[in-house]
């Protein structure tokens, strides 16, 4: 099984199509640090659709924590708010949470890689050697991932070509996919 990790995503609708391509494909979704929104955000339900049952996701404070938890699955728990208050026959929103991650022996003690995906990445995506447990790491939309976690993963940093040299990057939740599917490809020899 691989994972994929997003260090401070902001934009509710990225990740919530994370979510569903996470769904489709048997990949667990790590959400790291300070969220730009909250996890029963409806615009993050509304991306994810009625997929966010199959969703195996664990949320990390740190990226310490992300980096000691154990990668089991974690259940999603779609759990009714309180009745508003408000009484504008609007229906109840769902809240969407999970279980912290249980401690375990970390990522490096269980054979886990992680390969940063970020602008401008060390090589090109296409070049690694992608192999099953290993964990897609993508930044912020607006800052990518700190200098402390790219230099973490010195020699495991990717990019995605853009040959154009038009954009600066790539919208987070097509950057996912672009890299998900090669790494499927390499792990199930499609």
Not at 143 to 149: C, M, N, S
Request: one cysteine or more; a neutral charge.
């Amino acid at each position: 099984m691989l994972h994929v990790a997003l260090w401070e995503p902001e934009i509710p609708p990225n990740t919530g199509n994370v979510a569903r391509l996470c769904a489709a494909t048997g990949t667990r979704l790590h959400l790291i640090g300070r969220l730009g929104f909250r996890l029963d955000d409806k615009a993050l339900k509304r991306a994810g659709l009625d997929y966010w049952p199959a969703v195996e996701l664990a949320r990390h404070v740190t990226f310490e924590e992300f980096e000691a938890g154990n990668l089991t699955p974690q259940p999603l728990n779609l759990t009714p708010q309180p009745p508003s208050l408000g009484g504008k026959g609007e229906p109840d929103p769902v809240v969407l949470s999970c279980s912290p991650p249980r401690p375990g022996e970390g990522l490096a003690g269980q054979g886990f890689r992680i390969w940063c995906v970020e602008t401008p990445g060390e090589m090109p995506y296409t070049r690694a050697d992608f192999r099953d447990g290993d964990c897609l790491l993508f930044g912020s939309e607006s800052k990518g991932l700190p200098p402390g976690v790219r230099e973490r993963s010195a020699g495991r940093v990717l990019g995605i070509p853009m040959p154009t040299g038009k954009v600066r990057s790539l919208n987070l939740a097509t950057a996912v996919g672009i890299v998900l599917y090669e790494a499927l490809r390499q792990v199930h020899r499609w």
